[in-house]
């Protein structure tokens, strides 16, 4: 049993998760308008470069997933980053949580329009389209730079600091538009405690399926900036030996 999952591997997506959301939506519940949206950001993306940097965890569904079409991770991995991220999520969300009472966590949640708790602390109510087109953006060129950044070999420090500092000016960006999502595990753990907003767990499946397109879009447009080839990647013509490979990973527990 303990050899078809990698605890170790889910302990370290579930710990840096966890850091991740103490220092993003911990920040922009906590803090509020003392740390302000720059802070908030900067929390967001120093979370995200210790988890990978110190704890060697990406902390983030959509780096998972695009690292495993990139084959950075193997199929096995992917599943223990998941189990560990929504984990992660869902406890540092319960910690914020009992650290505040229910309507202020509200704001730490992702949404848009007025009908949000999220919405209506943004000037001018961003629509579904602009959030659905912003986060998209956002998540491909953060998922770019993490794959550039191993791509080139860089030092483990340096793919988590630029990986970070592209965190940090997509929440800046992101952050007055939806509450900064591009990551499903912290909107997942979010929405799940902001059970006095009705429409958090409503609006939570931007935050789920956008990023996961983010990261196919992000390797689709790092293939062609990048020194890397189809064969590089899970599209190539062996796509199907791939999956057949990562069921047979759970099911043996190789």
Not at 24 to 35: S, T, W
Not at 66 to 71: E, K, N, T, V
Not at 76 to 105: C, E, K, P, S
Not at 175 to 187: D, E, Q, T, Y
């Amino acid at each position: 049993m303990g050899d078809s999952v990698d605890l170790r591997n889910v302990f370290a997506e579930f710990v840096g998760t966890v850091f991740v959301m103490l220092a993003g939506p911990g920040l922009l519940v906590l803090g509020g308008d003392a740390v302000g949206t720059l802070g908030v950001a900067i929390g967001f993306g120093a979370a995200t470069a210790l988890s990978i940097g110190v704890i060697g965890a990406v902390a983030n569904p959509m780096f998972s997933l695009a690292l495993f079409f990139a084959r950075g991770i193997t199929g096995h991995q992917l599943v223990t980053d998941l189990i560990g991220q929504v984990l992660g999520g869902i406890a540092g969300a319960a910690l914020i949580w009992g650290m505040n009472d229910a309507v202020r966590f509200r704001a730490g949640s992702n949404g848009w329009e007025p009908t949000s708790e999220v919405g209506l602390q943004l000037t001018g109510y961003s629509t579904l389209g602009t959030v659905i087109a912003a986060e998209l953006v956002i998540g491909i060129v953060i998922t770019i730079v993490l794959l550039s950044s191993i791509n080139q070999e860089l030092p483990e420090s340096a793919v988590a600091a630029f990986t970070g500092l592209a965190v940090t000016v997509g929440a800046l960006f992101l952050l007055p538009i939806s509450g900064f999502g591009a990551n499903p595990a912290r909107s997942i753990g979010a929405a799940i405690f902001a059970d006095t907003d009705p429409n958090a767990l409503g609006q939570l499946w931007v935050f789920v399926i956008v990023p996961l397109i983010a990261s196919f879009g992000g390797v689709l447009v790092w293939l062609g900036i990048d020194e890397a080839t189809v064969d590089d990647t899970v599209f190539d013509d062996t796509i199907l030996d791939d999956v057949a490979d990562a069921v047979d990973e759970l099911v043996d527990g190789d």
